[in-house]
């Protein structure tokens, strides 16, 4: 997911500890090295839960967050598996606050492809 995103974006992304002040430490899935990007993956397959749903909209805030106090002020990536994909439909609340804080949300799919659901 992460090499596909990279390729996409035409960024090499890798995941890294970042290290904020007051000695906070917050990993994150995809960075590059301008910290111009930041991504985080959501590559639960098989059956979509709740608790995936969760964690996804923990990532997203998360990345909300880490916008806010990285003076980069990078994009925002969030990927999800397919079958993930059905929490990001046009009529989700999930879609809407991820366009509102401009977060590009991106579903992978098993053939490498990605879609934009943000689009």
């Not at 111009?36 to 996804?56: C, D, F, I, K, N």
């Not at 397919?82 to 990001?88: G, S, T």
Request: aromatic letters at 6%; one cysteine or more; charged letters at 20%.
């Amino acid at each position: 997911m992460l090499r596909a995103l990279g390729a996409l974006l035409k960024v090499e992304l890798e995941p890294r500890t970042l290290q904020l002040p007051g000695n906070l430490r917050v990993e994150v899935e995809g960075i590059d090295t301008a910290e111009s990007v930041l991504v985080q993956l959501v590559p639960y397959l098989g059956e979509a839960r709740s608790t995936h749903r969760m964690g996804a909209l923990a990532d997203m805030f998360k990345l909300v967050w880490l916008r806010g106090v990285l003076p980069t002020r990078p994009r925002l990536v969030l990927c999800v598996a397919e079958p993930q994909a059905r929490f990001f439909t046009a009529a989700s609340w999930p879609l809407g606050a991820a366009k509102a804080q401009q977060v590009d949300v991106y579903s992978f799919h098993t053939d490498g492809s990605l879609h934009l659901l943000t689009a």
